[in-house]
């Protein structure tokens, strides 16, 4: 390609720049075209829309590659930790030690909410799905002020705010849960790290603390690390939206907990294990469930299987399966579910349906049953995945940010209603 491609509409012709990333993929500059042609491009679904230009994640899903600032993700998997790895989405580099240990300073600085936010848990009622709650309260926390960040400038107060976000992001998901299932309240500890902070504010009790494993707390680590960012994925698209109007970080990064709820993103991880649930309390051991996913009846599909982006396989759900193995045979649960789980992983690996189409597990068929082995409950699932996304999104809110080119984010549309008509009276309408 020559850097410029030729578009003919009506017979005339158009000359469009291209765009070339690092990674050589290439970009059709349409920013001109209505300008020029009065004509819009159509995605729905944005298969094939860039949005934005960005220099955080690379994934090549054909091949199956995904790299975090230029770093393999097998690589940081087995080297890193989800904290450092925050850092190095964030700020564009591994840290130093006196950064990495500066950040983490920070991390435990910010560690507890504001006391009066006790209050705002309070009001939801037990119902709550805690994704809700996580969302709400995220908003909720950046109306609370704090003292470090009084009269610095956005740019200044960054720093601190991203900390405080991805800090507390894990108090007050552990706070919902504690709620929701009428437990009393825990705070967090100085001397634990992220990833044992957060299974001690989940399962500790007054009367009895939580024993760490290490091996559970390198499988969330891992899941944590895993999910920290996947470039332009429907709940960093809506991060990017929101912060491209220039509203906080808070209320951008609120904004992407919602969008990740759903069932067909973040909320896969928890529809696996009911999925799971719904066959096994059937009798069923997987094969009439496949069956029926394969002749589509009632739009079944096999949760945990399937990617928008990953076409030959989803590089951290190989990852994840190694270390749920691992937490498997170290915590030697027997559960009936993850026996279908095994089961229907084996079946749709090697069969024609799944095979042509090019569905593989992804990250959430895993996580899901390490999940569940290490006894969170199901809908705290797609909260853990909310509490891993957050460096993600902070990083891609703090690059629309430093964009100085950075535009509202405004797709047009193509009118498909009503022309123009009058007004009708109410008598005249049946
Ligand atoms: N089970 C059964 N069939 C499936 C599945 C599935 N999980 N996923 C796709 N298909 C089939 C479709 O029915 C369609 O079949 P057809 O060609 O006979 O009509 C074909 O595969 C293509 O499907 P699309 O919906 O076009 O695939 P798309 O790339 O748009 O969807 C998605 C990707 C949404 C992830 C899809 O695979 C899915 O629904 N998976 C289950 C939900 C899930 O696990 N989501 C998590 C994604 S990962 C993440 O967010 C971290």
């Known amino acids: 390609m020559n850097g410029t491609v030729e578009l003919i509409i009506d017979g005339k012709p158009l000359t469009l720049p291209t765009v070339v990333g690092t990674e050589n993929e290439v970009g059709i500059d349409v920013s001109t075209l209505r300008a020029k042609t009065g004509c ?64 983490s300073n920070q991390l435990t600085r910010t560690q ?6 006790r209050f705002h848990f309070d009001a939801f009622p037990p119902s709550a799905h805690p994704m809700s709650i996580l969302s709400a309260m995220i908003h909720a926390s950046g109306a609370y002020p704090s003292a470090e960040n009084r009269g610095k400038c956005p740019k200044d107060a960054f720093p601190f705010q991203a900390a405080r976000l991805i800090s507390q992001v894990r108090t007050i998901a552990t706070s919902s849960y504690r709620k929701a299932h009428g437990l009393p309240p825990t705070y967090p500890k100085s001397n ?8 001690h504010m989940m399962f500790s009790l007054p009367n009895e603390e939580y024993q760490l494993n ?42 992407g907990v919602c969008a990740l709820w759903g069932p067909l993103h973040g ?20 094969s009439k469930f496949l069956e029926q996913v394969k002749n589509k009846v009632g739009n079944r599909r096999l949760m945990g299987f ?21 937490v498997l045979a170290q915590l030697n649960v027997s559960d009936p579910l993850l026996d279908i789980a095994k089961k229907l992983e ?85």
């Open 267 to 286: 909320g896969a991880n928890q529809a696996v294990l009911e999925m799971l649930e719904e066959i096994h309390n059937e009798g069923d051991d997987g």
């Open 192 to 199: 634990l790290k992220y990833t044992e902070n957060f299974l």
């Open 40 to 103: 819009i491009t159509l995605d729905p679904g944005y298969g094939n829309t860039g949005a934005c230009k960005s220099a955080i994640t690379f994934i090549d899903g054909e091949k199956g590659i995904l790299q975090y600032r230029g770093y393999d993700i097998a690589e940081l998997a087995k080297k890193s930790t989800f904290i450092e790895t925050a850092y190095l989405l964030i700020y564009g580099e591994l840290p130093t030690a006196a950064e990495l240990q500066g950040f």
């Open 112 to 117: 507890m909410l504001h006391e009066d936010l």
């Open 346 to 430: 084996e079946v749709a690996l090697h069969d024609e349906y799944f095979v042509s189409r090019k569905l593989y597990p992804n990250v959430d068929f895993y996580s899901g049953i390490i999940m569940r082995a290490i006894g969170i409950p199901m809908d705290m699932f797609t909260v853990l995945f909310a509490i891993g996304r957050m460096p993600g999104w902070v990083a891609n809110y703090k690059e629309v940010m430093d964009d100085p080119d950075s535009r509202i984010n405004r797709p047009r549309q193509i009118y498909t209603g009503e022309t123009l008509r009058s007004y009708k009276p109410m008598a005249e309408r049946v």
């Open 214 to 255: 290490p091996e559970v707390v390198k499988a969330l680590d891992l899941i944590f690390l895993l999910h920290a960012d996947h470039e332009q994925n429907c709940s960093t698209s809506t991060v990017r939206m929101v912060a491209s109007s220039k509203a906080n970080v808070y209320a951008s990064c609120s904004a």
């Open 306 to 326: 399937g990617h928008r982006v990953y076409k030959s396989f989803d590089p951290r759900a190989v990852i994840i399966k190694e270390q749920c193995d691992k």
